[in-house]
T-cell receptor
Framework: KQEVTQIPAALSVPEGENLVLNCSFTDSAIYNLQWFRQDPGKGLTSLLLIQSSQREQTSGRLNASLDKSSGRSTLYIAASQPGDSATYLCAVRPLSNFGNEKLTFGTGTRLTIIP | DAGVTQSPTHLIKTRGQHVTLRCSPI?????VSWYQQVLGQGPQFIFQ???????GRGNFPDRFSARQFPNYSSELNVNALLLGDSALYLC?????????????FGEGSWLTVV
């Protein structure tokens, strides 16, 4: 059974710092991995999608990497801003779910950027 | 273009009642999935529909059911509500099943069971 873990559960950093969020998964047989952002009481906003054949994806100040063999992904946020404060969730789509698009989520890292 | 839209945004129900949640996918998206997110946890997969057929079902009781309409919109129905059904219900859509594409989520429907 695929399990996704995100550590730490919460993180506070001063504005302007670069930071890394971690995601690990137990089964490396995945289609892809997706990072999401969730603001309090809101839905999920897709940030980056990495296919299993890719090593990294970039969008603006965000960079996500994937090491499928070790079951790890990181989300790097450069020059953090107070507006980056949110919960960040990673989700994997296991290969065993071929035929459906079930995602398995971690519990998220709650990020607070201190002005 | 409009994103994934869900209704209602908030609702309160009494134990034992029934609830229907609605979802309209992004235009052109044929795949719709439903997730339940309990406070402090990650979303849990409930159902996926593609071209009006059920393509996946999570570990939820038979009280949960869903369907997809010809215009690709979808409904999630929950019967005999329990206190533990209180959660944020998220709908997601994607353009094409099986292509490893980005999945987009709506703002969710907050359900409180009292």
């Amino acid at each position: 059974k695929q399990e996704v873990t995100q550590i730490p559960a919460a993180l506070s950093v001063p504005e302007g710092e670069n930071l890394v969020l971690n995601c690990s998964f137990t089964d490396s047989a995945i289609y892809n991995l997706q990072w999401f952002r969730q603001d309090p009481g809101k839905g999920l906003t897709s940030l980056l999608l990495i296919q299993s054949s890719q090593r990294e994806q970039t969008s603006g100040r965000l960079n996500a990497s994937l090491d499928k063999s070790s079951g790890r992904s990181t989300l790097y946020i450069a020059a953090s801003q107070p507006g980056d404060s949110a919960t960040y969730l990673c989700a994997v789509r296991p290969l065993s779910n071929f035929g459906n698009e079930k995602l398995t989520f971690g519990t998220g890292t709650r990020l607070t950027i201190i002005p | 273009d409009a994103g994934v839209t869900q209704s209602p945004t908030h609702l309160i129900k009494t134990r034992g009642q029934h609830v229907t949640l609605r979802c309209s996918p992004i235009s052109g998206h044929k795949s719709v999935s439903w997730y339940q997110q309990v406070l402090g946890q990650g979303p849990q997969f409930i159902f996926q529909y593609y071209e009006k057929e059920e393509r996946g079902r999570g570990n939820f009781p038979d009280r949960f059911s869903a369907r997809q309409f010809p215009n690709y919109s979808s409904e999630l129905n929950v019967n005999a509500l329990l206190l533990g059904d209180s959660a944020l219900y998220l709908c997601a859509s994607s353009i094409l099943q099986g292509s490893g594409n980005t999945i987009y989520f709506g703002e969710g429907s907050w359900l409180t069971v009292v």
